[in-house]
C-alpha cells in the first residue's frame, strides 16, 4: 500500500518570503500522480499543483512549484512571495491511475500546517 | 454552480443513534469517494463507488455503510453512532481516465458524536 509522509506538522513565514513544505511517498509503481492540496478555514479542499511521475519536469504553477525527485520518492512544494492567504493546511497526495487497479483514489499525508506572518 | 453539494455542513447526534450523509454530485462524475478528516491525521478514504450501484471499502470503513442507488448521489450512513466517529467528513468525485484532472471535492460536514 502506498503511504504519503509529511515531516512537518507546522511552519511558518514571513509574508513575502520563501517556505518549503516536504513530502516523501512510498510506492512500488512507475507510473503514478501526486498532488498538493490547500486547505483553508473555509475547509475546502483546493488543488495547488499536481504532477505525473513520467514528466521529469517540475511542475509550476503561478508562485507554487515543486521538486520532484523520483528516485528519493520526495514531492516538496515551494510558495514564492508568500501572502496572507497562504496561511493553511498543506496536504500532499498520491494517486494510482487508472488500470493499475487504483481506482483512482487519493491518499493523503497528515498535513503541514502553514501560517504567513505580516 | 456545478460540483458537489453535502447536506448536512453541521450535526450533532448522540451516541447510539443513526444518521445519513448525503452527497450530490450534477457533473455525471462516475467515482465518487467518502474521506474523513481527523486533527493529525489527514484525509482517510472510508468507502468509494466506482460506478451507480457499485460501493468498495476504503481504509477505514468500519461502523460505516454506504450506498449508490443513484449516479449523482453517494450516502454515507452511520447506523449507531460512536463518538470516534466525531470528524468533517468530505465527499469528492472525479471521472475515471482523465489523467491528472482533479477531484472536486464537497465543503464537509462536520460531525460531533456526544
Known amino acids: 500500500a502506498q503511504t504519503v509522509t509529511q515531516s512537518q506538522p507546522e511552519m511558518s513565514v514571513q509574508e513575502a518570503e520563501t517556505v518549503t513544505l516536504s513530502c516523501t511517498y512510498d510506492?512500488?509503481?512507475?507510473?503514478?500522480?501526486l498532488f498538493w492540496y490547500k486547505q483553508p478555514p473555509s475547509r475546502q479542499m483546493i488543488l495547488v499543483i499536481r504532477?505525473?511521475?513520467?514528466?521529469?519536469q517540475n511542475a509550476t504553477e503561478n508562485r507554487f512549484s515543486v521538486n520532484f525527485q523520483k528516485a528519493a520518492k520526495s514531492f516538496s512544494l515551494k510558495i514564492s512571495d508568500s501572502q496572507l492567504g497562504d496561511t493553511a493546511m498543506y496536504f500532499c497526495?498520491?494517486?494510482?491511475?487508472?488500470?493499475?487497479?487504483?481506482?483512482?483514489?487519493?491518499?493523503f499525508g497528515k498535513g503541514t500546517k502553514l501560517t504567513v506572518n505580516p | 454552480n456545478a460540483g458537489v453539494t453535502q447536506t448536512p455542513k453541521f450535526r450533532v447526534l448522540k451516541t447510539g443513534q443513526s444518521m445519513t450523509l448525503l452527497c450530490a454530485q450534477d457533473?455525471?462524475?462516475?467515482?465518487m469517494y467518502w474521506y474523513r478528516q481527523d486533527p493529525g491525521m489527514g484525509l482517510r478514504l472510508i468507502h468509494y463507488?466506482?460506478?451507480?450501484?457499485?460501493?468498495a471499502k476504503g481504509e477505514v470503513p468500519d461502523g460505516y455503510n454506504v450506498s449508490r442507488l443513484k449516479k449523482q448521489n453517494f450516502l454515507l450512513g452511520l447506523e449507531s453512532a460512536a463518538p470516534s466517529q466525531t470528524s468533517v467528513y468530505f465527499c469528492?468525485?472525479?471521472?475515471?481516465?482523465?489523467?491528472?484532472?482533479?477531484?472536486?471535492f464537497g465543503s464537509g460536514t462536520r460531525l460531533t458524536v456526544v
Open positions: 469528492a468525485s472525479r471521472q475515471p481516465g482523465q489523467g491528472a484532472s482533479q477531484y472536486t
Open positions: 463507488s466506482v460506478g451507480e450501484g457499485t460501493t
Open positions: 510506492t512500488s509503481e512507475s507510473n503514478y500522480y
Open positions: 504532477q505525473e511521475a513520467y514528466k521529469q
Open positions: 457533473m455525471n462524475h462516475e467515482y
Open positions: 497526495a498520491f494517486m494510482k491511475p487508472l488500470g493499475q487497479g487504483g481506482s483512482e483514489k487519493l491518499v
